[in-house]
């Protein structure tokens, strides 16, 4: 095994690592949309959690922000994601907090003993392909790469981000890889010198559970050719 296939197996071990943990995506086991109101949380609760007490406490949503009223304890204010980390309310297996997509406030509920994480049989991948690590160029603001003589672009879904990350879609999405695209993730050097290495082009959380939001592709990020390396899934 040479450098090249040595880093890629240490990422993809990392890569399985953080799927599989306790708060992966294969806990993932609830998206509820809160509107202004209080929302009851336990097994026997509007949210329902069927590991917990008949009433955990009471989740309050009132213009745009939301707070926790535990049973047990003091109120608090929750933070969503919007701004970085958000508030994370621990039970048992059990782990609540607030995303915000698109100006709404929802809830997402992970279960450190979801049958997703419990059933996991693993990801199918592609072989790797050394051809498949791509030099780029970044400007601020687009990656300008060339594949068998042409030129292409992708947008990353934020500029300012770093790592930044590309949705991406190619003429495998549907067929051997998810249709909704996948994600590649890259940073840019100081001289705006980047590395596209689609080996690491990954299925998005909307692949492992019912309950993710996932961005699809721009159109600049259609490319017009099949990347056959990177995760593969049914391509549904």
Same mark, same amino acid.
């Given at each position: 095994?040479? #450098?090249? /296939?040595? @880093?890629?197996? *240490?990422?993809?071990?990392?890569?399985?690592?953080?799927? !599989?943990?306790?708060?992966?995506?294969?806990?993932?086991?609830?998206?509820?949309?809160? /509107?202004?109101?209080?929302?009851?949380?336990? #097994?026997?609760?509007?949210?329902?959690?069927?590991?917990?007490?008949? =009433?955990?406490?009471?989740?309050?949503?009132?213009?745009?922000?939301?707070?926790?009223?535990?049973?047990?304890?003091?109120?608090?204010?929750?933070? #969503?994601?919007? @701004?970085?980390?958000?508030?994370?309310?621990?039970?048992?297996?059990?782990?609540?907090?607030?995303?915000?997509?698109?100006?709404?406030?929802?809830?997402?509920?992970? @279960? *450190?003993?979801?049958?997703?994480?419990?059933? %996991?049989?693993?990801?199918?991948? %592609?072989?790797?392909?050394?051809?498949?690590? =791509?030099?780029?160029?970044?400007?601020?603001?687009?990656?300008? %790469?060339?594949?068998?003589?042409?030129?292409?672009?992708?947008?990353?879904?934020?500029?300012? /981000?770093?790592?930044?990350? +590309?949705?991406?879609?190619?003429? #495998?999405?549907?067929?051997?890889?998810?249709?909704?695209?996948? +994600?590649? %993730?890259?940073?840019?050097?100081? @001289?705006?010198?980047?590395? =596209?290495?689609?080996?690491?082009?990954?299925?998005?959380?909307?692949?492992?559970? =019912?309950?993710? !939001?996932?961005?699809?592709?721009?159109?600049?990020?259609?490319?017009?050719?099949?990347?056959?390396?990177? /995760?593969?899934?049914?391509?549904?």
């Amino acid at each position: 095994m040479n #450098s090249l /296939e040595q @880093d890629h197996a *240490a990422w993809r071990a990392r890569r399985l690592a953080a799927l !599989t943990a306790e708060d992966g995506w294969l806990t993932v086991i609830g998206l509820e949309w809160l /509107e202004d109101g209080d929302y009851s949380v336990g #097994s026997a609760g509007a949210i329902q959690l069927e590991a917990a007490p008949p =009433l955990l406490g009471v989740l309050r949503a009132i213009g745009g922000t939301v707070e926790w009223r535990p049973v047990d304890g003091p109120a608090q204010r929750l933070a #969503s994601d919007a @701004d970085g980390a958000p508030t994370v309310v621990h039970h048992g297996r059990y782990r609540l907090f607030v995303i915000e997509r698109d100006g709404r406030l929802a809830l997402r509920i992970k @279960d *450190a003993e979801a049958p997703a994480r419990r059933d %996991f049989k693993g990801i199918e991948y %592609f072989p790797f392909d050394p051809a498949w690590i =791509l030099a780029a160029r970044w400007d601020g603001a687009l990656a300008h %790469f060339d594949y068998q003589g042409q030129a292409h672009t992708l947008r990353p879904q934020r500029a300012g /981000e770093r790592p930044l990350q +590309f949705v991406i879609g190619d003429r #495998s999405s549907g067929r051997e890889t998810y249709g909704g695209g996948r +994600f590649l %993730f890259a940073t840019p050097e100081a @001289d705006g010198a980047l590395t =596209l290495d689609f080996n690491r082009a990954i299925n998005p959380p909307c692949v492992f559970t =019912l309950y993710a !939001t996932c961005p699809l592709p721009a159109a600049e990020n259609r490319l017009p050719f099949a990347v056959t390396a990177g /995760e593969r899934s049914d391509g549904h």
